[in-house]
């Protein structure tokens, strides 16, 4: 049910060895440190390959991620009928 379960069972961001694993993407990747510590460089973390390569095999459309409670799905301007 989770991409993080060290994380979830420490009560942190990070996993086993402290990465942010959404921060840890190559997209945007950039050198983070402290609670969002994106990790040493984009994909270095077993999980974030774990999705990837799941992504890749599934090849899907649309990703949707609620897991941020920003302003919501998407952003303006970014294929507004999916938006």
Known sequence: PTLNPDGVARGTRGNARGVDLNRNFP???APLTGRYYSGPKPLSEPESRAVRAFLDRVDPR???SFHQPL???GRAGERPAFV
């Open 71 to 73: 302003v919501g799905v």
């Open 62 to 64: 649309f990703v949707v």
């Open 27 to 29: 997209t945007q990747w």
